[in-house]
């Protein structure tokens, strides 16, 4: 049995850093030095021996993720294998557009989705085309059922708690031959979810969690005072290392989805200080882990 590696793609929410229109300190830094750039969030689950990958999440960034991907392993021109998605927020799959007739042009990539989301694409344009062209086909996937991949790697998608304006909203476990990951980019609360997040963490090796914002004072600081971190919700930073500083020594716990108010974006921020003492770590995009 071949390798299994996990590469980070992207660890931005859904607008990047820079984000558009925004001037903030960290866009500012992302504007004038590339280094600063995060890209939404996308990760990508990779058979480098035989030759597949398959994406998680579609982002507006997919032309460069895809880029990264495919140099970094030696796969250029290889289309991947399947692309999963955890919901329907602008960050997660628009970067399917690329794969339609105005660009990849594909040939029944399978996209895993939930019920809503398959609908979605399947009857809303200009999503529809898609399916209409064969560019791609959608199957549905349901919490807790398990997808397996070649390479022994399983999938498995489970329900947590977000703004379902247009779909579900999904977590998934990777299962790989050696290390487990349990990847939660979005979630609205801890405390609505009906599942610990410290067992799911513990059932885990490595754990990628939703970090949008480090505390209540991320958006105005940012300058944007006009917005209300409750219209947005996502569990703080702080509070997720409360609830999991205990058996951050036992599994190796990443942040991700960082918005571009984050104070952990900056190295140097007392912000990153508090993650790192703790035990936790920040994930970088291009890194790469294998499972």
Not at 52 to 63: E, M, R, T, V
Not at 127 to 137: A, E, P, S
Not at 259 to 278: I, K, W
């Amino acid at each position: 049995m071949g390798k299994v590696m996990v590469q980070v793609l992207g660890t931005a929410q859904d607008a990047g850093v820079p984000q558009p229109n925004c001037y903030c300190m960290n866009c500012t830094k992302a504007i004038e030095d590339t280094l600063w750039k995060r890209r939404a969030a996308s990760l990508a689950v990779v058979m480098p021996e035989d030759k597949q990958w398959h994406l998680i999440d579609a982002s507006p960034d997919f032309k460069e993720q895809v880029v990264m991907l495919q140099r970094r392993f030696g796969l250029e021109g290889r289309v991947m294998d399947s692309i999963w998605l955890t919901h329907a927020h602008i960050g997660h799959y628009p970067g399917l557009m690329y794969l339609g007739k105005e660009a990849m042009s594909t040939s029944d990539v399978p996209v895993y989705a939930g019920r809503k989301m398959k609908h979605m694409l399947e009857t809303n344009v200009p999503w529809r085309q898609l399916t209409d062209l064969g560019n791609i086909q959608v199957s549905e996937i349901t919490d807790g059922n398990s997808v397996r991949l070649t390479g022994g790697v399983r999938i498995t998608p489970f329900d947590v708690p977000h703004r379902n304006e247009f779909s579900e909203t999904f977590g998934f476990r990777i299962e790989g031959p050696e290390k487990t990951v349990a990847y939660i980019p979005d979630i609205d609360s801890w405390d609505e979810w009906e599942v610990d997040v410290a067992e799911v963490c513990k059932d885990a090796d490595i754990c990628m969690l939703d970090a949008t914002f480090f505390s209540a004072a991320d958006l105005s600081d940012s300058g944007r005072s006009d917005r209300d971190v409750r219209d947005i919700p996502h569990p703080f930073i702080t509070e997720t290392v409360d609830r999991l500083k205990a058996i951050a020594g036992e599994t190796e716990v990443y942040f991700t989805h960082f918005n571009h108010s984050n104070p952990v974006l900056d190295p140097a921020s007392e912000a990153r200080l508090f993650v790192e003492e703790n035990g936790f770590r920040i994930a970088e995009e291009g890194m790469v882990l294998e499972i």
